[in-house]
Every structure is written in C-alpha cells, then in structure tokens.
C-alpha cells in the first residue's frame, strides 16, 4: 500500500482528521504467473532488457528506450542490484494488486478506498458525502498509456495527446449540480513537485491552507497503509495506535 500513502495523505488533510481504524480485502488478481496465463500476457523472460520475448508485452518497461529511465535505473544496476524492468507476470509476483480498504476516523468520517494497481492509466476519483450534498472531484494524471512501437512501455511521461484532466462538481441537495473551476500547475503531481521543492529548498511562501507535511502529517499517512496490510494478513480490523501511535503527535 506504499503508492497508495499519497492519496492517505490527501484525505486526511482534506479531512483535518487522523485515521482511527483500518480494515482490508485484497490479493492478486492480474500480475503474477498464474494471471498472466489466464489472461493470455504471459511471456517467457525474467526481466524487459535485452530480451526479444518482452517486445510483444505491453507491460515490459523498455528502459534503454527511455533516458530518464535508462540513467534512473538501467545506469545504476551496477550500484544497487535493482531490476526495473522485471516480468509482471513471472514467477515470484506476490504482492496485492487490488485492495479494498474501509477506514475510520477520530471525526467520526469514513473512507472506502479501492486501489487498482495495473490500469495503464494514472489518477483518483474521490466523492465527500455531507449534510448538505456531494462533492466529487476527478484527477486524471493520464487517461491511457501508449506502448512503444515495439509493444513495451518505454516511457512513463503521459504522451502527447494521453494526458488527462481534472474536474470538480458539486452536487447540492435540492439544487442542480454544477462544476466549479479548478486551477492545474505545471508540472509533475500538478505542480505539486515544484511547490514541495521549494518548500524543502527554496524560499517558503505563505501556507494558509497547511498543506506542507511534516514528519507526524507523513507517519500518519503510512499508519493507514501499515495497518491495511495488517488486516490483510489477520483478517481483522485494526486499530491505528497498535501499529503506530500517531493520532496525538
């Protein structure tokens, strides 16, 4: 649930609450050897590098096609032994990829939470329910994901026309819904990238709103994870504190 700790993060800021009790479902549905068979994706290599069986996956990552990936991670095998570009669909692939996650917080606020972790497409669609309607935003970092022309993925920057969008509505009660205008930085994350350097390194601006994290605003995002994982492994619902006491930090 690593990936997912950004969207926690989001959540609790939107809803100045810390996550009280964590309950999850999940498993392996897509990657791994088994699913590759099922779904007719299984191809006979370890890793994309170098081998002709990965041309026709659509999930290989063609790293050497790529030059931020080619010096990310390809240059830097030598230094640290890690394989970008492993087979999704080889033996050994055992981690969830796709949870269900139902967490409750000290406001008394809950949250049903899905992941897919292997649409090629990248984003989030969050709806808030309250007392007086609904509001539901969409934040589509990408709408698809174009394969090289040899069938493998060989860069993850959306292309041009692959990009997405984002939208905000709001659904009063007895009232016509209606969008409201949302503004997009530049950049990766939305702008988000750029703010958060300046924040680290550069010249700090006015923060009304709070959204620069701290260590306690990060412990209390990955606690959500934690326990997630937790109740994956036991089954049962768990409570923040027992893994990571950060509700009063």
Request: glycine residues 12%; hydrophobic residues 40%.
């Amino acid at each position: 649930m690593h990936k997912a700790t950004h969207h926690f993060d989001l959540v609790n800021w939107w809803l100045d609450s810390v996550p009280e009790t964590v309950y999850a479902q999940g498993g392996l549905f897509f990657y791994g050897a088994e699913a590759g068979r099922r779904h007719g994706l299984a191809r006979p290599y370890d890793r994309a590098h170098g081998r002709p069986a990965a041309d026709t996956d659509p999930f290989a990552l063609r790293l050497a096609d790529a030059p931020v990936l080619r010096s990310l991670y390809l240059d830097a095998e030598a230094a640290d032994g890690y394989h970008r570009d492993r087979n999704v669909f080889g033996p050994g692939v055992s981690i969830e990829d796709d949870m269900a996650v139902l967490v409750r917080y000290a406001s008394g606020a809950t949250l049903t939470y899905h992941l897919t972790a292997y649409a090629p497409w990248e984003g989030y669609r969050i709806a808030f329910n309250g007392s007086a309607g609904r509001l539901e935003l969409l934040v589509e970092e990408s709408a698809w994901t174009r394969p090289g022309a040899s069938g493998a993925v060989t860069d993850p920057v959306p292309h041009a026309g692959t990009g997405g969008r984002t939208e905000l509505l709001l659904r009063p009660f007895w009232e016509p819904p209606r969008e409201v205008r949302t503004a997009t930085g530049e950049g990766g994350l939305g702008g988000g990238d750029a703010r958060m350097l300046a924040d680290l390194f550069g010249d700090r601006t006015p923060d009304p709103l709070g959204r620069a994290a701290d260590a306690t605003a990060g412990a209390r995002s990955l606690v959500t994870g934690l326990a997630a994982n937790l109740s994956l492994e036991t089954g049962a619902v768990v409570r923040t504190r027992e893994v990571l006491d950060v509700l009063d930090a």
